[in-house]
DNA sequence: AATCTGCTGGTCAATCTGTACAGCGGATCG
DNA sequence: CGATCCGCTGTACAGATTGACCAGCAGATT
């Protein structure tokens, strides 16, 4: 659970070069492949790595326009809601939330007119009792994690 | 950047498996190693994918609360509440957005009551002029994108 | 009819992977 | 203090995969 500073640095190496492969890392890192190996292994037991996936860039795919949306739900239909935006290609992330909204879901579109059919079909549903709706402009900080990552391993180090 | 059926299950296959290789890919896609290859090459250099680094889980890495705020900004403070938020390593994403915010933020902490220390700083900064955060309780719908690469592969077929 | 483009099925050498092993140093424990 | 456990090193091996090619072929384009 708690990573060391190899294993912090292994992540930082794979996140920034994902092609390299365990011997690659091993010489970068300056350690046996072995070890390499094992660390990998524990920490992807550990679920700290997840996997590998492919990182899908939705606006090459087409879908250039990102919002966030804040939804209120009637009482005792979360889960009927949940179900519903599961079922939406367009919404990438759902949370519950504490504070004004309920919910609060990412969804991306073809194109600013696309965003209102996508709207439409998201708040369509019958438990959901009002929306609001923040477009993004622009994405300063894009998902990322190494500096989390190296803080981290440096707090159990 | 139009991705057709092809392409589109490659990507699902690599998301849902991503230890394979080209090769068993191709087996699985029932085509031959060299169109895989020559598919992967142009879906990344189309920027459709972007790589494929390790997914860390920042639960795991004993930062298991995560939560959204909303900053509202001085009016040509952009800039330097953008700079001073990427140097918050808890900032895991930042959004310039319409709406009644200025920008949105992710944030994770090690608790609640770290979260407090998280938003002091992420507020504590001349720039920003009011913050209203939303804790994530649950997450219903990880961030996912395969639903949204076999809608893009169905359109454009 | 000539061209292009993308896919096929095959080859090659080079590399990497998974797995295993013995040795070694540091830390832990009775 | 000595025994033991754990993680890392360096090495070895067989098997699989990779990147790079190639000629042939079918459908679409010009």
Redesign the pocket.
């Known amino acids: 659970m708690a990573i ?1 500073r ?1 294993d912090g640095r292994l992540i930082v190496l794979l996140a920034r070069e994902p ?8 010489r970068r ?12 292994d ?1 920490l992807q037991s550990n679920g700290v790595i997840r996997g590998f996936g492919p990182a899908v860039d939705p606006a090459a795919l087409g879908y250039p326009v990102t919002a966030f949306a804040t939804l209120e739900i009637k009482q005792g239909q979360g889960a009927d809601v949940r179900a519903h935006l599961a079922g939406v290609p367009e919404v990438l992330e759902l949370h519950t939330t504490t504070g004004h909204g309920d919910m609060l879901c990412r969804l991306v579109a073809r194109s600013n007119a696309d965003l209102q059919r996508v709207i439409d079909r998201v708040v369509g549903f019958d438990g959901i009792v009002r929306a609001s709706t923040a477009i993004v402009m622009e994405n300063p900080v894009p998902l990322r994690i190494i500096p989390l990552v190296e803080q981290a391993a440096e707090d159990n180090d």
Chains 1, 2 share one sequence.
């Open positions: 060391d190899l092609r390299i492969g365990v011997l690659e890392a091993s890192l300056g350690v046996a492949r072995g070890t390499v190996q094992a660390r990998l524990r």
